[in-house]
């Protein structure tokens, strides 16, 4: 089966989204999205955009069931970290179930890489749901470190009223 | 005590430099910072900088003990979740220990939290050591959540050899 993979273009946000909405099903969080595909459009494509996109494409001939030909998709963006410098963060990395077990998530997180180490990044990072044991066993057979098991690092998050008022800088705080 | 909380400058990198080695001291990993201050200065300074810092500074009549008067710095920069939009990630947070207690983290955090808001992010994500016990109450005190308990988010990172061997696809992966 032919698959490319090949940046994303703001007329592609709507399967991207279709999918970002299939992965928060999978991850038994589909509450949480907030997002549209024309959010999707003006975060990524504008100056200085908060994401970049990578979308895995099929030929007509190897389209889904339901037909698409857009299959995959990974979301990264650029961070850094005062310890080793350049990062490259992968928010998100998705193959609609029939197309998995093909590579096609391994060439997706490959490109990722590659374009790591193009802007000098020397860590790739992600985050992963302790309950995804196959995302976990894929990626720590390529080598990847679990940090939070390994380190004790713990995600914190504020939003909403919380993060209104510490950016008030209330006294109450 | 006045405190200015301020962008940081390019001529303030080795300043930071030299709190980011005691950030590092502090969370027992001295031996991950291969950074430096000329690192810092081309990310940080370029077009394009792949993060942004604040810091806190005293006058020149509250200087620390060996006469420094940049006491405190914030780094972060801004990413994105699919689900909930436009985020800002605090990276570091850090106040040199005889400039603790008055305030002046909260300050950082909350100007941190102002940027992002008026950036239309929709959350404030960063990380913290599990034993640092002192830290996540004073986190969980203005409302933060801790993703990792809550969720089940656990961080990942590649890096070198196994990095490389992504980015080059290579068939024994």
Request: charged content about 25%; glycine content about 8%.
């Amino acid at each position: 089966m032919e698959c490319i993979i090949r940046p994303c273009r703001a007329e592609d946000c709507t399967e991207v989204m279709r999918m970002i909405r299939e992965l928060a099903e999978f991850e038994k969080m589909p509450d949480q999205v907030q997002t549209s595909d024309q959010a999707l459009r003006e975060d990524g494509f504008a100056n200085d955009p908060f994401y970049r996109c990578l979308v895995a494409e099929v030929a007509p001939d190897g389209q889904s069931r339901d037909g698409h030909t857009i299959v995959g998709y990974a979301i990264y963006f650029f961070t850094y970290s005062t310890w080793k410098g350049r990062n490259i963060y992968m928010e998100d990395l998705y193959v609609m179930p029939e197309f998995r077990g093909k590579g096609i998530g391994k060439k997706l997180m490959s490109k990722t890489a590659e374009i790591g180490l193009e802007n000098q990044c020397t860590q790739l990072k992600f985050a992963v749901l302790d309950w995804n044991r196959a995302a976990i066993d894929f990626y720590q057979g390529k080598g990847a470190v679990d940090l939070t098991a390994a380190e004790g690092w713990h995600f914190f998050r504020f939003e909403g009223e919380p993060l209104e008022q510490l950016a008030q800088g209330q006294p109450g705080l």
